[in-house]
């Protein structure tokens, strides 16, 4: 590869960074607005509809990531947008299924308001915007999966979820919740504070 295609290939890469209409965030988008129809149609007893939905809402954010990987369309607004659609579809659904269960909403909702911060200020700090771990993404897999239990549970077995199940669920959740939240507090103080060594040197 010569000089000038390298030159072209990493300008290709780049120019989508800045984007916000494009086609993954659209994706995220769509995904928000998937979130009230998936708990009115869960409310509303109709478990198959909900479980498609969700599905659908799963099958967007895997789709959106390998459309903006493959097509160079990774950018700072779907880094951000993309795991906040994730988080509030995995909260809204979580109500709906764990109500008797709230400690698990806690622990979720507390880890993603601390480290949302955290993300933010190393966004302030260093002007770029981080991609979840693999720790982050193992927990995203979990919680769907449970989710997708739970909604056809009583559709299929023609009987409420059982609470040993459910309790054993809501455990697991939580430990991989704080074991994302330990890693990506490491993650992001280290960081804030490279961050904090590198500005002096930048200004001397």
Request: glycine residues 4%; aromatic residues 14%.
């Amino acid at each position: 590869m010569s000089e000038e295609e390298r030159k072209q290939v990493e300008r290709a890469q780049h120019v989508d960074t800045d984007r916000i209409f494009t086609l993954p965030n659209l994706l995220s988008f769509v995904r928000l607005a998937l979130i009230p129809l998936i708990v009115y149609l869960f409310e509303a007893e109709n478990y198959w509809w909900a479980f498609g939905m969700l599905l659908l809402s799963g099958a967007t954010d895997v789709i959106d990531g390998w459309i903006a990987r493959t097509f160079h369309l990774v950018s700072d607004f779907g880094k951000a947008i993309d795991p906040i659609a994730d988080k509030l579809t995995q909260i809204a659904v979580l109500f709906c299924l764990m109500r008797d269960y709230w400690w698990v909403l806690a622990v979720l909702i507390f880890k993603e308001c601390f480290i949302g911060i955290m993300t933010l200020i190393a966004l302030r700090q260093t002007h770029s915007v981080y991609s979840a771990g693999w720790y982050g993404k193992l927990c995203t897999v979990v919680i769907y999966l449970s989710m997708f239990v739970l909604i056809l549970w009583e559709p299929v077995f023609g009987v409420p979820a059982n609470p040993t199940f459910v309790l054993v669920d809501s455990i697991v959740i939580c430990a991989l919740v704080l074991l994302s939240f330990v890693k990506y507090f490491i993650y992001f103080s280290r960081i804030l504070r490279e961050a904090r060594v590198q500005k002096p040197r930048e200004t001397q």
